[in-house]
């Protein structure tokens, strides 16, 4: 795994070992990159279930001025500190070694995150908790312009997304699983 393009371009990536984690490939974050490079310069990037960080590493490489990665496994979370310090980013990164929604509550009061991007360990559901704790709560961090951006296997449900108030913007499928872009669903004006 490396760094794509950016200031950290071809850099390597530190995964860790076992099956705890499941690195996007190059192929597939390329793809995902070629989709969101209008959408980086100055933003905030939330890497969801970071595992080693190589998403939120490659937001940063490509303009992104700050990235919090939320990890819970702790070898993860240390490799993530060593592939920022690697490609020397991490003056631009926060690394929340912790539950997720725990994580989540932590950063109310922040400013909105341009992209949230969350890539659990598929067929758990994880990623219905996070949208609905987003819809119910309604952080600070997450706002009208804020993409939402899931990785999944294809076989997800997530006919629930617009009873919570998000919108389907687009949806990318790849050979085993695929990208879903959401959005909050446009407020009518009474």
């Known amino acids: ?49 970071a595992g080693s960080g190589g998403i939120g590493i490659e937001a940063l490489s490509r303009g992104a001025s700050q990235a919090v990665f939320i990890e819970q496994s702790r070898r993860a979370a240390d490799c993530i500190r060593e592939n920022l310090a690697f490609t020397r980013l991490d003056g631009q990164a ?19 995150f341009g992209i949230i991007y969350m890539d659990p360990p598929y ?3 994880l990623e219905r908790g996070v949208l ?25 449900d997530i006919s629930y997304a617009s009873e919570l108030g998000f919108v389907v ?4 499928e790849y050979k085993t699983n695929m990208h879903i872009f959401f959005g909050l669903q446009e407020q009518e004006n009474i």
């Open 132 to 156: 609905e704790y987003l819809a119910s709560h309604s952080p600070s961090y997450i706002d009208k312009d804020t993409m939402i951006i899931l990785e999944t296997s294809l076989d997800t």
């Open 1 to 49: 795994m490396r760094v794509i393009a950016g200031k950290a371009r071809r850099l390597p990536l530190k995964t860790i070992d076992g099956l705890d984690t499941r690195p996007t490939t190059d192929r597939i974050k390329e793809t995902l990159f070629n989709i969101l490079q209008n959408d980086l310069c100055g933003i905030r990037f939330l890497d969801v279930f």
């Open 169 to 172: 913007r687009r949806i990318k």
């Open 94 to 112: 926060t690394v929340m070694q912790s539950e997720v929604m725990a994580a989540l509550s932590r950063l109310e009061g922040t400013a909105p």
């Open 123 to 125: 067929g758990k559901g």
